[in-house]
């Protein structure tokens, strides 16, 4: 008859114990003993360690937070920072685009609010925040001269 390793065990420690009663053999293993280092082979085992090394985990997190840091916080606050420093350095003739996506010429500059043009046929203006301003827009070569002439008439 073939039994469970552990029964096996709890019967020839059992068979020991009745031959000699004062052997001091420990108990028998349970089917619900979770402390037996025993295999199933009946070699026995050592036991998995229970914590982490506190030092290590700490390091792979602080690697974690470093590449966090450097792919994704780092680019966003050099980007935001360029975007402050563009925005304080408008001027009027500017063109720039909200962020709602409307296209505009700065006419007046009055703290934080700006006066765009975005009709020139009509002289249509909006006056808006600063920070709605989602980019400046290039200056063509043509228009950089056309200005330049247009301060030369006005002196």
Do not use: C, Y
């Amino acid at each position: 008859m073939l039994l469970p390793h552990w029964l096996a065990l709890a019967s020839a420690q059992g068979d020991a114990a009745q031959t000699n009663p004062g052997a001091g053999s420990p108990p028998a293993p349970t089917p619900n003993d979770t402390t037996s280092t025993t295999s199933p082979s009946g070699q026995p085992q050592q036991a998995a360690p229970q914590g982490g090394d506190l030092m290590s985990t700490l390091v792979l997190f602080g690697g974690m937070f470093l590449l966090l840091w450097l792919f994704l916080l780092g680019p966003e606050r050099r980007k935001r920072k360029q975007h402050e420093q563009r925005l304080a350095q408008l001027k009027e003739k500017d063109e720039v685009m909200t962020l709602g996506g409307i296209f505009g010429t700065v006419v007046m500059l009055r703290g934080d609010q700006i006066t765009i043009r975005v009709d020139e046929k009509r002289g249509t203006t909006l006056r808006i925040a600063r920070s709605s301003i989602a980019t400046i827009l290039p200056r063509e070569n043509g228009a950089k001269e056309k200005d330049k002439e247009s301060d030369a008439e006005a002196e």
